[in-house]
């Protein structure tokens, strides 16, 4: 019973530790005001998935009326028309719709839906046309340390600590202890669940390392985009698509001579039907993959955002119709439920990411042992048994 006890209170605090209602009701903020109707809702979601030049903790609306931010201020660094550019993002004053103008350089900046601009010469504000984009401003290269960027450091970070501390363990004694025993069964998950049947016997060691690198990071940074801290790192197409990149640059460059031939002249195929295969198949390894691997993670992790928030938003847009109580219950118990969900998920896309890179790269280093003829081709005995096996 005690044990029962104590593993409720774990289950409960963990699911506190997670949920970001807090997080959505101090930090609800649209062009300075506090979000109070299903407009504000729908744009504060939209802004809250997009990634942003400082780390805003939360924000509150003082006695005066004036609205206080609390959070660090990060680097912005930008590559303008006369070169290299600096200053803190803590000199925008959290305005993201053109509104304060930064001067540096004898240049002037403005950021306007978390993209900066760079105004022309002699502009003092920023022109809008019609559809409200800037006329008289254009956008500049943007290498600054934003909140994401600061996310993926931190889990870097934490992942080379823990995995380091790991490695260490296992030069001195058998059996990790501390937290190397969390680590160790996920670690032989994917090694002994994902990276040898998919890849083989023969070649998983090689890239059990990268498969392993893959799934945790993803994982931690999916729960940490469940915390107040707002993270939404692999909500953000660039981070997917990258990832995506580096399992297409590996399988690609690891393809065996076996790999290639079915792919550019594959055997027993009428020759006149080879080249439009060809082009299919090239399709597929160079686009429809690495595609299918980063629309995946950043839908489905997008999608949980918005659901969840969405839901936690209940509390100001039925407010009129079921009182504050109410809605505010119903709230908390319908994102509760969903967040059960998103932790789930968070393994589930992390796992799912890595058994397909898995699973690109075994076919890629797959070694085919196989006799083809003019018309046709004999299959092997290995091909046979897992037929069997399947039926």
Partial sequence: ??????????????????????????????????????????????????DSHDFNLFSYTNDAGERKHFGVALPVILWTSEGLVTFMSSEFHHDDNGQVIVEKDGQKFTKIHSKIYELEKGATAVS???????????????????????????????????????????????????????????????????????????????FTGYLLTVFFFIWILNLAGLTPLGFNVTGQLAVTACLAIFTLVIYTASGNKDYWMHILWMPGVPIFVKPILAVIELVGAFIIKPFSLLVRLFANISAGHIVLMSLIAIMFTL???????????????????????????????????????????????????????????EVSSDVEDVRGDFI
């Avoid at 209170?9 to 300075?32: C, I, Q, Y």
């Avoid at 979000?35 to 504060?44: A, T």
């Avoid at 380091?164 to 998950?189: D, H, M, N």
């Fill in 319 to 377: 407010k009129d119709s079921l009182g504050t109580v109410g809605a505010t219950s119903l709230s908390f118990v319908l994102s509760f439920f969903l967040l059960l969900i998103e932790l789930l998920v968070a393994f589930l896309q992390a796992y799912i990411f890595t058994m397909l890179s898995a699973l690109f790269i075994g076919m890629a280093v797959a070694e085919h042992d196989h006799e083809h003829e003019d018309h046709g081709h």
């Fill in 1 to 50: 019973m005690k044990i029962v006890n104590q593993s409720f209170k774990f289950l409960v605090l963990a699911v506190l530790m997670f949920l970001p209602t807090s997080n959505f009701a101090f930090n609800a903020e649209v062009d300075g005001g506090q979000v109070s109707g299903k407009q504000e809702v729908e744009e504060y979601i939209v802004h809250h998935l997009k």
């Fill in 128 to 206: 809008f046309d019609a559809d409200h984009h800037a006329t008289n401003a254009s956008k500049v290269l943007d290498f600054s340390i934003t909140k994401s960027v600061v996310g993926i450091l931190l889990i870097g970070l934490l992942m080379l600590f823990w995995f380091s501390r790991l490695a260490k363990q296992y030069k001195t004694k058998q059996i990790p202890t501390g937290f190397g025993r969390v680590l160790e069964p996920l670690v032989l998950y994917v090694r002994d669940e994902i990276a040898r049947p998919n890849i083989g016997e023969k070649h998983y060691r090689k």
